[in-house]
């Protein structure tokens, strides 16, 4: 079958968080069954679109209220990526460094989804499925039957993937005259509570709506952010399927970013070396246990914690840990964990960046990651850590729930907590100690998440049989 994605990020051309890793690795492995996979992405204007050649596959205009805009929608000619990857430039609109953070946000993906229809419009066949990820992309299934200029597409059954229900891209109702014409009887299928909210109509139109973990399907039923009600109205629709990690990138054996690779046969060498490397750069003790925490300085994160814990954590052991955090986010948070720099030095380092080289280096190189969040969809950190023998401790919730079980319990590999709270953070950094000082123990816990296999294999087949179940 042909499926077309539709996402604003996908790994490696454009990146912020865990949605581009699934959005960049989940159509090869659905190529790899046999199926036609597509993506397109807004065209931001980052190193992979300048690394690269394109061609022009496309040229269209598109009218947003009083606005219109010209657009051209570009291939990478190489297939790098392993898909077929398109892009939507739209000059002035979506040709921006960042991926998101303007004040025109609304207008931006607004017209990077009707730019999208306009072009699926013009497609001599049509793809079997349109799986959206999403709010950015949350419109597409209500416009596609709703939008008479795209009464052509109606009849494509259409998938929702929820990375994270807590962004719904909320807008007013006088931005309602930037969509094409449509059937304004539909009204109450874009409003959530007096906004047009793209997250909650994409929930309401969509033929099957999933999150990245059956944990977190259940916890929105309950918590979502203003949506529980809905979720519990579309239950039947609903399902949870767990991300996988995209092996050909996230493999000690053939990591290019690391010091040294290592397989589950010599990694306690490969990871002492590679550990030697980080203790190196960051002037760090080698003998000490390395925790790291990597990712976006946010509540979700529990990121504003983090500093309190570690401080707590230096008080009551004294100089006997490393801690290294690599993130950016919230300028408070931000300002909380890189002001310890000079607290601990020789014992604790914060990078406030986006390290794609570093963080594989961290994942390889330490012992411990810190994973406290209060909302996890499915979390990949924990994944990629376990797969460089690094034991994750986790906060039970969403996917992290799902993903680590407790070195405590019957064949566990992991340290689980329940409160996101200082104490329970420095509880479970104080297991990890422990454990620290049974090196056999420690390692073999090693080998055991090592060897658990978080491929996208049995995944990819899940998102298969569920199109297979709306076609
Ligand atoms: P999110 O909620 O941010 O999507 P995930 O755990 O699903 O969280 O995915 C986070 C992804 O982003 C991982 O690939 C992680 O390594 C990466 N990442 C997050 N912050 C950084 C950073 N500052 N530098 C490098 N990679 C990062």
Known sequence: MEILHISAECYPMAKVGGLADVVGSLPKYQQNLGHIAKVVVPMYRTKFLYDNDWEV?????????????????IKEKLNKTGFDLYCVDINGLLDREKVYGYEDDTERFTAFQIAVLEWLNQWNHKPDIVHVHDYHAGLIPFM??????????????????????????WMSWDKGNYFPAWDTWKWGLLDWGNTINPLACAIKTADKVNTVSPGYMEELMH?????????????AKCSGIINGIDYMVWNPETDSYIMDNFSIKD??????????????????????????????????????????AISRAFEEHGKILNILILGSGEPSVEHALYSLNNKWVG??????????????????????????????????????????????????????????????????????????????????????ITLYNNQK?????RETMMNVNNSWEQSASKYIDLYSSIL
């Open 57 to 73: 596959v496309h040229k269209g205009s598109i009218k947003m209220g009083a606005y219109s805009n010209e657009f051209t929608i």
């Open 144 to 169: 596609m039957r709703n939008c008479f200029q795209f009464a052509s597409l109606s009849s494509i059954p259409t998938v929702l993937t929820i990375h994270n229900a807590q962004y719904q891209g």
């Open 223 to 235: 918590n979502a952010n203003g949506l529980e009600a809905l979720f519990r109205q579309e239950w």
């Open 267 to 308: 990694f306690k060498a490969g990871k002492q070396l590679n550990k030697k490397k980080l203790c190196d750069d960051f002037d760090m003790d080698i003998n000490l246990p390395l925790f790291i925490f990597i990712g976006r300085l946010v509540g979700e994160k529990s990121a504003d914690l983090l500093a309190p």
């Open 347 to 432: 014992y604790y380092n914060t990078q406030i960046s986006y390290n794609e080289k570093l963080s594989h280096q961290m994942y390889a190189g330490a012992d411990f990651l810190l994973m406290p969040s209060r909302v996890e969809p499915c979390g990949l950190n924990q994944l990629y850590a376990m797969r460089y023998g690094t034991m994750p401790l986790v906060r039970k919730t969403g996917g992290l729930k799902d993903t680590v079980p407790d070195f405590g319990d019957e064949g566990g590999y992991g340290i689980t907590f329940i409160q996101a709270s200082v104490e329970d953070i420095t509880h479970a950094m104080q297991r990890a």
């Open 441 to 445: 123990q420690l390692n073999k816990l």
